[in-house]
């Protein structure tokens, strides 16, 4: 069965300071994960996959996410945070190994931004 | 515009009363799930349904019940409404491409309010 932990309930930081929202995750599978945005009062928006094609990998506004397999780890950070980043950020891993695999969602990580 | 569609944006209904969400996926995509989103829960996982057959089943109470219809839409039917059932009902739906690294791509919600 597959698991995936968000390691922060919240994390506060200040406007143009990096930012790490920490994920680690357990599957019996080579995982699919992902990380989603969700501003208040609206749907869920994927910041990045990850696909194995690259540990590294890129998403939209800035984000960025490793994949390191020795530490079960798919950590997202951004270089410099903006005030618009706050909102809540969930991790989710993707099991089974098929296109219609379970989506296992984090616990959220609530992303403060202050000025 | 995430191409997934739900209705209707905001329910109010009271106690004991039943009522149906309805998510509309994106073109294509075979795979549709439901969420529950409250402030004290969470994000919780209720059903998913691929291609019109049950998948998985998550924290659905036996109140609620879903269906995948032939043309893909599927539908939440949520009886004898409690007060604590008011939050914010998601669907999101996923590829039949795209194989294990397929992301969903969720709606905007459905805001129940039970009075």
């Known amino acids: 069965a597959q698991s995936v932990t968000q390691l922060d309930s919240h994390v506060s930081v200040s406007e143009g300071t990096p930012v790490l929202l920490r994920c680690n995750y357990s599957?019996?599978?080579?995982?699919?994960l992902f990380w989603y945005v969700q501003h208040p009062n609206k749907g869920l928006q994927l910041l990045l996959k990850?696909?194995?094609?690259?540990?590294l990998v890129k998403g939209i506004n800035g984000f960025e996410a490793e994949f390191k397999k020795s530490e079960t780890s798919f950590h997202l950070t951004k270089p410099s945070a903006h005030m618009s980043d706050a909102a809540e950020y969930f991790c989710?891993?993707?099991?089974?190994?098929?296109?219609?695999?379970?989506?296992?969602f984090g616990q959220g990580t609530i992303l403060t931004v202050h000025p | 515009d995430s191409g997934v569609t739900q209705t209707p944006k905001h329910l109010i209904t009271a106690t004991g009363q039943r009522v149906t969400l309805r998510c509309s996926p994106r073109?294509?995509?075979?795979?549709v799930y439901w969420y529950q989103q409250s402030l004290d829960q969470g994000l919780q996982f209720l059903i998913q349904?691929?291609?019109?057959?049950?998948?998985a089943k998550g924290n659905i109470l036996e109140r609620f019940s879903a269906q995948q219809f032939p043309d893909l839409h599927s539908e939440l039917n949520l009886s004898s409404l409690e007060l604590g059932d008011s939050a914010l009902y998601f669907c999101?739906?996923?590829?039949?491409?795209?194989?294990?690294?397929?992301?969903?791509?969720f709606g905007q919600g459905t805001r129940l309010t039970v009075v």
């Open positions: 349904y691929y291609n019109g057959e049950e998948r």
């Open positions: 599957s019996s599978y080579s995982p699919s």
């Open positions: 073109s294509g995509d075979l795979s």
């Open positions: 999101a739906s996923s590829g039949a491409t795209g194989g294990p690294w397929a992301e969903a791509f």
């Open positions: 990850y696909t194995s094609a690259a540990t």
């Open positions: 989710v891993g993707k099991s089974g190994g098929t296109s219609y695999g379970k989506l296992t």
